[in-house]
């Protein structure tokens, strides 16, 4: 059963990343790339090797922050949309088919999948959410009873407007 809503932007619920995630998560990359470009310096093997380090680290440096500004963001649910803090929008809700909270679902971790009813462009912010076609998965960083909330929010949503 859904919470009465005055407004249809009210946001019924929030996932945001779990900052002790956040820190492990974003210092592990970034302490990877420093590793690897310290190996680069260091001990180059050659320079075929070395170049292959160099854009190894580069590339995680380059992970780690695009992993930085996404999780700073939260995702919030309305009546019309599930949407980050930004602005940016995942999905209207009129266009979510089907949840799938399943063990074996192609989940990210702690989070759900989401199947909508017409494919959007790809896009990924790492360690929050992704959107492949018609498919969204949201978690990762995130813990995992805000995301538990919000795909029964999402499944109450389905639910009622399949009875309408």
């Known amino acids: 059963m859904l919470p009465e809503i005055t407004e249809p932007d009210q946001v019924i619920a929030t996932i945001s990343a779990s900052p002790g995630r956040r820190i492990l998560g974003i210092g592990s990359l970034y302490i990877l790339s420093l590793m690897v470009i310290y190996v680069a310096i260091v001990r180059p093997p050659d320079i075929g090797w070395q170049v292959f380090l160099f854009v190894l680290g580069g590339g995680s440096i380059w992970i780690a922050e695009q992993m930085r500004r ?46 909508l009813s017409e494919p959007a462009a790809r896009t990924w ?6 959107r492949m076609g018609s498919r969204i998965g949201v978690g990762g960083m995130t813990p995992g009873h805000q995301a538990k909330f919000m795909a029964e929010m999402i499944s109450a949503m389905i639910a009622e407007r399949s009875n309408s």
């Open 70 to 115: 996404a999780t700073a963001v939260r995702l919030e649910l309305t009546m019309e949309a599930l949407r980050d803090s930004n602005g940016d929008l995942l999905a209207r809700v009129e266009d979510i088919a089907a949840i799938d909270r399943g063990m074996f679902a192609f989940k990210p971790s702690n989070g759900f999948l989401l199947r």
């Open 125 to 130: 912010r790492p360690g929050l959410w992704w």
